[in-house]
């Protein structure tokens, strides 16, 4: 069991390692970084596809952090579980179509801020985001309701993704905008990367019945 936790882990954390990159490739298309019109290309399908398989892995991520929570909740288990699971799918096809507008050239205008692409992309897409970002506010939602130390909390990936978007804000302009616009799947990176350190450092028992708030 413990192995099978440490290994959904490690696949999640890979998995936003992936999507991460992916994100940094398309960003660097989205807003006008300087490559040939082939070398973009290219560059949209692979950070589209390292995009699509890293966030499927999230699933993995989500069921091994839902084992964890469960000596706290059982129904907080299962909401992490389900809800990250859908998130995963919902995420990794937001990101294939992201990849898909790019790719048609119906992303936002070269050098401005990559987010007004997605109020851009139309309805479909859209819809898309916000149907990821409800699964994710559950996911998060549930995890941390069923997390009692306060430092567990801050690498909750909502949480997390709500501070590296505050210090995205005090980066320089072209760089916060790219770590802004990534903020959801860096948070990810740190999320099944403590957790993974967390697992394999102490006792399950010890990580999830603390007590201290």
Do not use: K
């Amino acid at each position: 069991m413990r192995e099978s936790v440490s290994e959904q882990l490690r696949a999640g954390l890979i998995g936003a390692v992936l999507a991460t990159t992916g994100d940094a490739a398309q960003l660097y298309v989205a807003t006008g970084g300087a490559c040939s019109e082939v070398a973009c290309a290219r560059m949209v399908w692979a950070g589209t596809v390292l995009g699509v398989v890293g966030i499927a892995l999230y699933g993995f991520g989500y069921r091994a952090r839902a084992a964890l929570v469960a000596s706290v909740s059982e129904t907080c288990a299962r909401w992490v579980a389900n809800a990250g699971a859908m998130f995963a799918a919902t995420g990794a096809t937001v990101h294939g179509t992201t990849g898909l507008l790019l790719s048609l050239g119906r992303s936002s205008e070269p050098h401005t801020h990559p987010l007004q692409g997605v109020l851009q992309s139309g309805p479909v897409s859209l819809s898309l985001w916000g149907l990821a970002a409800v699964f994710l506010v559950v996911a998060a939602g549930a995890e941390l309701f069923a997390t009692r130390p306060w430092t567990q909390r801050f690498v909750n990936p909502l949480v997390a993704t709500l501070w590296i978007l505050a210090i995205s804000s005090l980066l320089p302009h072209v760089v916060g905008h790219v770590v802004g616009a990534a903020s959801v799947n860096i948070a990810h990176v740190v999320f099944f990367g403590w957790c993974l350190v967390a697992e394999r450092s102490w006792p399950s028992r010890l990580l999830d019945r603390e007590t201290a708030w």
